[in-house]
Each structure stands twice: as C-alpha cells, then as structure tokens.
C-alpha cells in the first residue's frame, strides 16, 4: 500500500513539474554528486542571484532532490528532506498534494516565473537520475565526485557514476557539464554527453567554490559579482556551521550526513583551517548504507583522519574499525568524554550519517544549551 501511495504521489508532483516548466521553459542547473551538493548547489545559486537578481533565481530548499523533493523545491515547498523520511513521510506527501495544484495551476496562471532555477538531484537507487534528467533537460549539469556513498544500492564506485553521469546525458546538447577531471578520465564521462565539458581540478570543498565560478562565468555573469556571490552563500545547516562554543573551543557542525568522502574531505578542511597551534579534534559517526565494504570504508577514514587530527573520537558499532583514540558505544557516552577533555584551544569537528544524531553533541556544545 505505501508503495502504491508513493508511485501515485510521484506522478502526481512529476506531472506538476513538467507542467511549470513547460509553461516557463527556465534555465535549469542541476547538481550531483556523492558529496557536496547541497553546499554546491547554496554557493550557486548565490552567485546566479548576484548576477541576475534574486527574483529572477530560484534555488531548491534544503536538499530536496529526490523523485518527489525535485518538484517540491521547483515549486517551492519548503519542506525538509527528512520530514519525508519519517514514518509520516507518506501522509506528508498525501496532504501537500492539494498544496501542489494550487501552485501548479498559480504559475500556469502567473506570467511571471524565475528565469533561472538551480536544484539539487540525487539518487535513492538506479535510475532514479534518469527519471529526473529526462524533464529537467539541465543547460548547466555539475557533478561533484563520484564517491562511495550509497553502496547498498548501487554496488560500486563505478555504480554510482554511472547513475550520477545520467545527469550528463540528458544535459543540453550546447551546454556544460562540470566534472571533477579525474572521476571524468576514470568513468569516461565524455561518452555519455555531447555537452561541453570542464573538468576540474579541485577536490573536496574547493571543488563548490569552483564550480560556482564556472557556472557563472558560463552564464554570462561578471566576476565582481561571481566573487561577491560566492563571499556571500549561505552555508547549509549541519554543513560546517563553524561557530565558537563551550569553553570558547571552536566547533565546525558537519553533523548532517556523512559518507567517506564527504568526511575526508571535512578532515582535510579542518586539518587546513584549524589554527596552526590549536588542538585539531574530529568527532566521527557511523556512515550507514554503505553495504558490505562499510568496515573497510570506515577503517580507511580512520586512517586518514589520525594523519590530519590530534585526537580521533568515534562513535556505533561501525566505526570501531576507526580505530579511535576514544570509542562510544553511545552519543552520550561521546559527549561525556568530550566534556571532560575540552578545552579553548581545540577545534572540534562533527561529522556522521544523520542516522546517528550527532547533532546531539553539537547542541550540547553550544554555550546556550549547556546546563552548568
């Protein structure tokens, strides 16, 4: 029956969404990845609003990119991804569907439209891009790297490109395509596009803050505005929120989601940010679904992170093959140790699939939430 609820809702908002953007035939830039989409997508959409007014720039709520959330951020429905993973997700989607119509009807109606629309899409199992590509018809496409997240669903790395690299395919014939260049060269991305391609050299962090500087410089944008643009992007709650907490320590919350590259790529920023004398500290949590080669993947991050931080705590059964300084079973037993070793010298960093609500810790090591 949920199922059955699902596909009907699905078809529903998908027609919806052809409808809007049959209507208003905008600019599309779409973003991919395994990691950093969400940030990408923010610093985008930023510079797009730079350069041709906020009215005229929609950019997709939250992370809203799944089959469901894509026509939810074109229309923009301001609902968080994770409302809709809850049990409740189905009735949620049940009852915005007259909310839907309203607004679908509104901008058939409604002359006015934003003339360039920046959203994000992802992947809950194969084929999912593909069933999102085929209307979107992106004239900018970014793919941020090709990683191992979701490894229960799509087997491998070279999986996961070859759902990610989707988005290329159905990217518009005189557009862009924006790579990282070594996932290009490895999965051989120009044979799934005949869109101009740019591959970048940037990894990680930097590699958003590129791509944003090539989507604007592609659209036509000046580069006073493609740097204002970028100064000024929000940056996404759990997403290296950096803010100063609990005995002045610095804390960076990257506590929305994790998989190893998106931590590894966090390690690494905290490794060249943190100040030169200040205790580098990474707070790491199980990374879910990434099927049977979850022990290795975690016992590579572990590696990794004891290279780029002074003190290693992780936390769930996963994460042992971290082999951490110090080991939670629980995020209060985490917090506890951590509380007990703090200090205005360390930089903390927090990162976990949501699963593992590390965000528990990050609020406790807000000044305002801790009970003396």
């Not at 093959?321 to 509380?339: F, Q």
Request: proline share 4%.
């Amino acid at each position: 029956m949920r199922k059955i609820i699902y596909k009907t809702v699905e078809k529903i908002y998908t027609l919806c969404a052809q409808i809007v953007l049959y209507r208003h035939h905008p600019t599309v830039i779409a973003i991919t990845g395994s990691a950093g989409k969400t940030t990408t997508k923010e610093i985008i959409g930023s510079v797009c609003a730079r350069g041709f007014g906020p009215r005229n720039v929609r950019v997709g709520y939250g992370n809203l990119g799944t089959t469901t959330g894509v026509p939810m951020a074109l229309l923009r429905i301001n609902i968080s991804i994770l409302d809709l993973h809850s049990g409740w997700g189905g009735i949620v989607l049940l009852l915005l569907i007259p909310v839907v119509l309203i607004k679908t009807a509104w901008y058939i109606i409604y002359p006015f439209f934003p003339r360039y629309v920046v959203l994000e899409v992802s992947a809950d199992k194969p084929g999912d891009i593909t069933f999102l590509a085929r209307y979107l018809r992106p004239t900018v496409s970014v793919i941020t790297n090709i990683g191992s997240a979701h490894l229960v669903n799509f087997k491998s790395r070279a999986g996961v490109a070859k759902e990610k690299f989707t988005l290329a395919t159905y990217t518009s014939p005189h557009g862009h395509v924006i790579a990282s260049a070594s996932d290009a060269r490895e999965f051989t991305l120009d044979t799934y596009t005949r869109s101009h391609i740019i591959a970048l050299q940037e990894k990680g962090l930097a590699f958003g803050t590129r791509a944003a500087r090539e989507v604007g410089l592609v659209l036509g944008i000046g580069t006073k505005d493609i740097d204002y643009g970028i100064r000024h992007a929000p940056k996404p709650h759990g997403r290296l929120d950096t803010f100063v907490g609990l005995r002045d320590a610095t804390i960076i919350d990257s506590s929305y989601n994790s998989n190893p590259d998106s931590a590894m790529a966090v390690l690494s920023y905290i490794a060249d940010h943190a100040p030169k004398k200040s205790r580098k500290i990474a707070i790491l949590g199980d990374m879910l679904e990434l099927g049977a080669d979850a022990p290795e993947l975690h016992k590579r991050v572990g590696e990794f992170a004891r290279k780029h931080v002074d003190l290693l705590i992780t936390v769930g059964p996963l994460s042992r093959a971290m082999k951490a300084d110090y080991h939670a079973d629980t995020c209060d037993d985490a917090l506890s140790y951590i509380l007990n070793h703090i200090t205005s010298n360390d930089t903390i960093v927090i990162k976990a699939s949501h699963g593992m609500h590390l965000e528990r810790i990050v609020s406790a090591l807000r000044k305002e939430n801790y009970a003396t």
